[in-house]
C-alpha cells in the first residue's frame, strides 16, 4: 500500500491536464509532465514551468494521472480510448514502480479501468475519477471540486482516496483530511469502478 507519494507525472498536457499539472505543483508535488505534442510541452512549459519527462524509464513515478483526451474530432460521443491504452501500454512496458497508482482523469466508457488494469497486469493500484472543470472560470470551476472517484479493487480505492486525500464524508464532519501527500481534493467514492466510469460529470470546456 502506498503511504507516501514523492513524484508525480501528469500524462496529457491539453487544457485539462496543464490545469491539473499547475493545481499538483502548487500543492507541493514533485511533478512531471509528459506529452507527445510538442506544442503542448512547450506551452506547458512555458505556463507551469514544468518538469518535462522525456520517458517512464528515467524517473521513479509512483503516481501517474492520465488525462489523455478521448474526445472524437467530430463527435464527443462515445469516447475514443485508443490513444489512452496506448498510453497505458507505454506506462506497463516503461514503468519501474511496482504498485504505483494510475489516476484515469479521462472521460472513458464502462469496463475501461479493468482493461488498464490487465494491461498494466495488476503492478498498479488503478481508479478512475473522471474531471471536472469548466475552463472559463478555473478558480471556481477548477480541479478542486468534488469528484466522483472508483477503483478497480478496495486497495485500489483506497490509494486513490489517500492520494487525493479527502472526502466528502471528511468535507461535511469536518474531520481533518490527510496532513501530508495529499491533494485535499474532495473525491466521493463510487461503490464499484463502473458506477464511477459512468458518472458524467465533466462540465463544458
Given at each position: 500500500m502506498l503511504s507516501r507519494f514523492t513524484k508525480i507525472l501528469v500524462i496529457g498536457l491539453g487544457k485539462l491536464g496543464l490545469t491539473v499539472i499547475k493545481y499538483v505543483k502548487e500543492s507541493g508535488f514533485d511533478v512531471y509532465g509528459y506529452d507527445i505534442k510538442t506544442e503542448a510541452i512547450d506551452r506547458a512549459e512555458k505556463i507551469a514551468?514544468?518538469?518535462?519527462?522525456?520517458?517512464?524509464?528515467s524517473e521513479d513515478f509512483n503516481v501517474f494521472i492520465i488525462s489523455v483526451s478521448t474526445n472524437q474530432p467530430d463527435n464527443i460521443f462515445p469516447p475514443q480510448i485508443e490513444g489512452l491504452l496506448s498510453t497505458v501500454n507505454k506506462i506497463s512496458n516503461e514503468a519501474k514502480k511496482e504498485c504505483a497508482l494510475g489516476s484515469i482523469e479521462s472521460i472513458i466508457p464502462k469496463g475501461t479501468s479493468k482493461k488498464v488494469f490487465e494491461i498494466l497486469n495488476h503492478r498498479f493500484h488503478v481508479v478512475h475519477s473522471a474531471h471536472r472543470w469548466y475552463s472559463l472560470d478555473e478558480k471556481e470551476q477548477?480541479?478542486?471540486?468534488?469528484?466522483?472517484?472508483?477503483?478497480?479493487?478496495?486497495?485500489?480505492?483506497?490509494?486513490?482516496?489517500?492520494?487525493?486525500?479527502?472526502?466528502?464524508?471528511?468535507?461535511?464532519?469536518?474531520?481533518?483530511?490527510?496532513?501530508?501527500?495529499?491533494?485535499g481534493i474532495p473525491r466521493h467514492s463510487a461503490s464499484n469502478i463502473e458506477l464511477a466510469e459512468i458518472t458524467k460529470i465533466r462540465t463544458a470546456i
Amino acid at each position: 500500500m502506498l503511504s507516501r507519494f514523492t513524484k508525480i507525472l501528469v500524462i496529457g498536457l491539453g487544457k485539462l491536464g496543464l490545469t491539473v499539472i499547475k493545481y499538483v505543483k502548487e500543492s507541493g508535488f514533485d511533478v512531471y509532465g509528459y506529452d507527445i505534442k510538442t506544442e503542448a510541452i512547450d506551452r506547458a512549459e512555458k505556463i507551469a514551468e514544468i518538469k518535462h519527462a522525456v520517458d517512464f524509464v528515467s524517473e521513479d513515478f509512483n503516481v501517474f494521472i492520465i488525462s489523455v483526451s478521448t474526445n472524437q474530432p467530430d463527435n464527443i460521443f462515445p469516447p475514443q480510448i485508443e490513444g489512452l491504452l496506448s498510453t497505458v501500454n507505454k506506462i506497463s512496458n516503461e514503468a519501474k514502480k511496482e504498485c504505483a497508482l494510475g489516476s484515469i482523469e479521462s472521460i472513458i466508457p464502462k469496463g475501461t479501468s479493468k482493461k488498464v488494469f490487465e494491461i498494466l497486469n495488476h503492478r498498479f493500484h488503478v481508479v478512475h475519477s473522471a474531471h471536472r472543470w469548466y475552463s472559463l472560470d478555473e478558480k471556481e470551476q477548477g480541479v478542486n471540486q468534488l469528484h466522483v472517484i472508483g477503483g478497480v479493487g478496495d486497495c485500489c480505492l483506497k490509494a486513490g482516496m489517500q492520494y487525493y486525500g479527502v472526502t466528502e464524508e471528511e468535507i461535511y464532519f469536518d474531520i481533518t483530511p490527510f496532513s501530508y501527500n495529499s491533494l485535499g481534493i474532495p473525491r466521493h467514492s463510487a461503490s464499484n469502478i463502473e458506477l464511477a466510469e459512468i458518472t458524467k460529470i465533466r462540465t463544458a470546456i
